[in-house]
């Protein structure tokens, strides 16, 4: 390690089951990943004050490409980083990979793309192995009303109606490239709702799934997407889906970090 090195800013992939956490942003009371992840940071250079994240994930949500930045002068390098906090972290946390950036870099106004997934599992019994993990819904779903539901999404739309009562942002538009829904490749129980966009409001994902899996099970109509985005109104829609089906898959970047580790999914050595 070497003291004194000029600043550099690092950016973290950080993975975590967020089932023991109450979100991933700071909180002075209460145990978050941001929280966890600052005190394994300091455990490298203690001189970082904050963390840089990309995306206040919820209570109970899940993450495997959250991005986190932050500076420091230590002049460990990407590789150092990933493997050294590993060792201050708990189990439900992992950096799976590391990054050099400039000095200051702010993930958040760099976001080009937000890929989210939630796992809905179509069974009458609980599987222990996915408890905290998916949506368990005893009722069958049909896949042909939900694609109908979802298409009318596509695009840049003003999603106000798409929101939580929390949310009191005025600029409610927003660009979705992907909402798809299709059977899990590992698990055909299990429902994949995949909805991929530039910015989200306030539990708009967990409130367009809630709503996909309304029109599913034939509590509402095909159309009430398309209805909401017209009326801008939050009850033309569903109920707001369960935190613990949804994950954050990944965050594409407009920028490409000068350097990374692991450099490709073969690198494993020590």
């Not at 109450?22 to 941001?34: E, H, I, K, L, M």
């Not at 992840?37 to 203690?46: I, K």
């Not at 538009?173 to 992907?178: D, E, K, Q, T």
Request: aromatic residues 6%; hydrophobic residues 45%.
């Amino acid at each position: 390690m070497t003291t004194g090195a000029m600043p550099a800013g690092v950016l973290l992939t950080v993975a975590y089951d967020g089932r023991p956490f109450c979100g991933f942003a700071r909180q002075p009371t209460a145990r978050t990943v941001a929280g966890e992840l600052l005190g394994a940071v300091r455990a490298l250079d203690p001189a970082v004050v904050d963390l840089r994240g990309t995306s206040r994930t919820d209570s109970g949500v899940h993450a495997h490409g959250q991005l986190v930045a932050f500076d420091s002068n230590t002049g460990i390098p990407p590789k150092g980083w990933a493997l050294g906090l590993a060792r201050h972290l708990p189990a439900e946390i992992a950096v799976v990979r590391a990054a050099t950036v400039e000095p200051g870099f702010e993930p958040r106004r760099h976001v080009k793309l937000k890929t989210y997934r939630f796992a809905v599992l179509e069974s009458r019994v609980r599987d222990p192995f996915l408890e905290g993990r998916v949506w368990r819904l005893s009722e069958r779903l049909n896949q042909m009303a939900m694609a109908e539901a979802a298409a009318p999404l596509i695009g840049e739309h003003d999603f106000a109606a798409f929101r939580a009562s929390g949310d009191q942002r005025t600029e409610t538009v927003r660009r979705i490239v992907r909402v798809e829904v299709r059977r899990a490749r590992s698990d055909q129980r299990i429902w994949e709702f995949i909805v991929q966009g530039d910015r989200f409001l306030y539990k708009m994902v967990r409130i367009i799934v809630g709503t996909l899996v309304d029109v599913g099970r034939g509590r509402l109509a095909a159309n009430a997407t398309a209805r909401a985005l017209e009326s801008l109104s939050r009850s033309d829609l569903g109920i707001t889906a369960p935190p613990e089906g949804l994950y954050l898959d990944s965050i594409e970047l407009d920028v490409i970090p000068a350097d990374s580790w692991p450099v490709d999914e073969d690198d494993l050595s020590p």
